[in-house]
């Protein structure tokens, strides 16, 4: 089972979203047949199948391997990944497009989008795939807010001009800064 599922095609988009499909795919996290799941989720056989045989035409189920019962051969079925990411081209963009402002939130959503597209594009079966993730929360008076931002922009740049040879493995950096919202309940 892979980590991640890029979806960049509608028909697998399709496949996914629809509230029953979710959960039979959920039920497959472990290797499960037909009547597992249904049994599960309180429902007939026959209509968890129907949603299987959807979801593995998207490729995002796998047939594992199958048994024979009662002189039927069955199914064992398992999610093909842990996630499943969207690619935001499925939507497209709607309106034009404003000049990118590294201050802007269109700009981060780009960058993002772009982020999003760079993973999954990773070649998860290498030994080993140098990268680091780093994430944290920052308190700034308002007051010094602009500061603060012109600090990050003269760090990076920083990091930008030490580091931006010509030579050597090439890594893509990408900072997001952003206003924590509230949580979700």
């Known amino acids: 089972m892979r980590e991640v599922l890029y979806l960049e095609q509608i028909e697998q988009a399709e496949a996914l979203l629809k509230p029953q499909?979710?959960?039979?795919?959920?039920?497959?996290?472990?290797?499960?047949?037909?009547?597992?799941?249904?049994?599960?989720l309180g429902q007939?056989?026959?209509?968890?199948?129907?949603?299987?045989?959807?979801?593995?035409?998207?490729?995002?189920?796998?047939?594992?391997?199958?048994?024979?019962?009662?002189g039927i051969h069955e199914g064992?079925?398992?999610?093909?990944?842990?996630?499943?990411w969207l690619s935001p081209r499925l939507v497209g963009r709607i309106g034009l497009r404003r000049a990118q402002d590294e201050l802007s939130l269109g700009y981060l959503l780009d960058l993002m989008e772009e982020v999003q597209a760079d993973i999954a594009a990773l070649d998860r079966t290498a030994p080993e795939l140098p990268s680091v993730g780093v994430s944290?929360?920052?308190?700034?008076?308002?007051?010094?807010r602009q500061e603060f931002l012109n600090d990050l922009q003269t760090a990076l740049r920083d990091i930008f001009t030490r580091y931006g040879g010509a030579e050597g493995d090439a890594f893509k950096l990408?900072?997001?800064?952003?206003?924590?919202?509230?949580?979700?309940e």
């Open 21 to 40: 499909r979710v959960e039979v795919l959920r039920q497959l996290a472990e290797p499960r047949t037909c009547t597992e799941v249904a049994a599960r």
């Open 174 to 184: 990408a900072v997001a800064c952003y206003p924590k919202g509230e949580p979700r």
């Open 136 to 144: 944290g929360e920052i308190h700034v008076p308002p007051e010094r």
């Open 76 to 84: 064992i079925y398992q999610a093909g990944a842990r996630a499943y």
């Open 44 to 70: 007939t056989p026959q209509r968890v199948y129907y949603h299987v045989k959807r979801l593995v035409d998207a490729g995002l189920v796998e047939q594992v391997s199958e048994r024979r019962v009662r």
